[in-house]
């Protein structure tokens, strides 16, 4: 009676080419995921500016109210949500941008509330140097990061 199976060597050379070939899979099972982040965050990034851009030309455009030294940019990501009265309008409906912030998916805490998760720039300040003031101009990410790209998250 003969008995079939592995030998040991077989064994041991079968599980070095699976952890050779398991070695191999994780830098590129990493870069998958890196470039999914950063493709939200590109979406995110145009989608709320432009609804930043929108709610700037409905206040130019006179839907919005207008109220002395106004920039025309929102007051505040959660306007874009909440939304505004449109001023032409008989029956006073509200005008929508968003419907919801998204969260930066490169920020640090993925429990802080979405609006906190993203850099705001205000229409006086610089753009080397952005400052949050009495309005959303623009935003970016927080993340002190780079991209696959060599920019820094905060550039985008």
């Known amino acids: 009676m003969k008995l079939r199976g592995f030998t040991l060597i077989e064994l041991v050379v079968t599980v070095a080419i699976v952890s050779i070939l398991a070695s191999g899979v994780m830098p590129i099972a990493k870069l998958v995921a890196q470039r999914e982040k950063e493709k939200e965050l590109r979406a995110s990034l145009r989608n709320m500016r432009e609804a930043i851009d929108a709610y700037k030309k409905l206040f130019d455009e006179g839907k919005i109210r207008k109220e002395p030294g106004q920039s025309g940019y929102p007051p ?5 949500v909440e939304g505004v009265v449109d001023e032409k309008d008989p029956q006073k409906h509200r005008i929508r941008f968003l419907r919801k912030i998204p969260a930066d998916p490169m920020s640090i805490d993925p ?33 002190t990061h780079k991209g696959l790209n060599g920019r820094p998250y905060s550039a985008w």
């Open 111 to 143: 429990a802080a509330p979405a609006e906190q998760t993203w850099g705001l720039r205000s229409y006086a300040s610089e753009t080397k140097d952005p400052q949050a003031g009495d309005d959303v101009y623009d935003v970016y990410s927080l993340s």
């Open 76 to 80: 505040s990501l959660a306007v874009l």
